[in-house]
DNA sequence: GTCTATAATTTGATAGAC
DNA sequence: GTCTATCAAATTATAGAC
């Protein structure tokens, strides 16, 4: 019944969620084990007894993000919902992200500092992109060029974000998913 | 025959050089007045001479490739070269980026940042997202939804790029940009 | 698990000589 | 303009008590 996923102690767990949110607010370097610490309501030093490296916890953050994300999206089924539905879900999650959070991807934010980021993180956020693109691929199998497709769709979402969040403008997610939509829609889905 | 962009001395320029470098590998907070100093051959304190404060260095290093940015895509003129013409040279700009030198866009990574940053910094990030902005607009202007769909292109482009990088495959930029001429072809342009 | 204490390094920034 | 010297603060990380 375990998934491959870790399973960490509730404060660990914790302590992953606040650094997601400040790595997806300011970067990998903009979070220090104090603050996370005070996040948390522990010392610091105790933050580093659940992980003792920030590399390893980086990498923790987004491997627990993706197994998230990937989980809200679901399995891909076309022949329970449509191209534009599955589309949808995907739309749906960086919205509210945005919308309601004012964040943006996790993924997004690391793949921006991937060539400075020690190589564990750099290497999740490459993990990260892989699986999502897959996940978008099998979605979009029905489409000509599917590859190229999924590779433009999420582009120009995680490009969105960054555009909707610095120019305080959360209603451009809106906008460009509709766009996006119906370019799929008109790329030879079925 | 000036323009209002500020003249700086050479050795300020050097520095404003080695700070874009940095910001666009790393992001704002992986960049040192050490780190710099070395890059230009001077100490550190000396770079606080030329920029006393950080956030202003960051401001600065901004609008000087807004400048640049927009000088190389030049003035747009619609009776002198087609949508396609003027979309193709900020696909360049932003292809060349990535493929010759492995970097994304300043405003990409500032603007993934833009919540965490200096206010000087971010509001820096924000006018020259306005301004690439406006000329995409304009140079979309025949097509039907034109502020909509520069959003679009220009997301598209800047997401495109954080997954070249990160997933190290430069090619992206250019299945991508193919892709977005042909949406913005069929989407109404005279 | 969490704490105090501390080490070793790095950071942005200033003062003042040259 | 650039330097040396220095500062105060912050950073990651470890040792050891409880």
């Given at each position: 019944m375990k998934e491959d996923a870790a399973d960490y102690p509730a404060k660990a767990i914790e302590i992953l969620e606040a650094a997601e949110i400040r790595i997806r607010r300011?970067?990998?370097?903009?979070?220090?084990y104090r603050d996370l610490a005070a996040d948390v309501g522990i010392k610091a030093a105790s933050v580093h007894y659940h992980f003792p490296q920030k590399a390893l916890l980086g990498a923790a953050v987004v491997d627990r993000y993706s197994d998230k994300l990937l989980a809200t999206l679901g399995r891909v089924d076309l022949t329970q919902a449509t191209v534009e539905e599955h589309l949808q879900r995907l739309c749906n999650c960086y919205r509210a992200a945005v919308q309601n959070d004012g964040m943006i991807c996790l993924g997004c934010m690391l793949g921006a500092e991937s060539q400075d980021l020690p190589d564990a993180v750099s290497a999740a956020a490459r993990r990260f992109f892989k699986r999502l693109l897959d996940w978008i691929e099998l979605a979009l199998?029905?489409?000509?060029?599917a590859a190229t497709l999924a590779v433009h769709a999420l582009g120009t979402l995680q490009g969105t974000m960054i555009l909707a969040v610095t120019l305080k403008r959360p209603e451009l997610m809106d906008e460009v998913a509709d766009h996006l939509k119906r370019l799929i829609s008109g790329s030879g889905a079925a």
């Amino acid at each position: 019944m375990k998934e491959d996923a870790a399973d960490y102690p509730a404060k660990a767990i914790e302590i992953l969620e606040a650094a997601e949110i400040r790595i997806r607010r300011g970067g990998f370097e903009a979070v220090s084990y104090r603050d996370l610490a005070a996040d948390v309501g522990i010392k610091a030093a105790s933050v580093h007894y659940h992980f003792p490296q920030k590399a390893l916890l980086g990498a923790a953050v987004v491997d627990r993000y993706s197994d998230k994300l990937l989980a809200t999206l679901g399995r891909v089924d076309l022949t329970q919902a449509t191209v534009e539905e599955h589309l949808q879900r995907l739309c749906n999650c960086y919205r509210a992200a945005v919308q309601n959070d004012g964040m943006i991807c996790l993924g997004c934010m690391l793949g921006a500092e991937s060539q400075d980021l020690p190589d564990a993180v750099s290497a999740a956020a490459r993990r990260f992109f892989k699986r999502l693109l897959d996940w978008i691929e099998l979605a979009l199998s029905d489409c000509a060029d599917a590859a190229t497709l999924a590779v433009h769709a999420l582009g120009t979402l995680q490009g969105t974000m960054i555009l909707a969040v610095t120019l305080k403008r959360p209603e451009l997610m809106d906008e460009v998913a509709d766009h996006l939509k119906r370019l799929i829609s008109g790329s030879g889905a079925a």
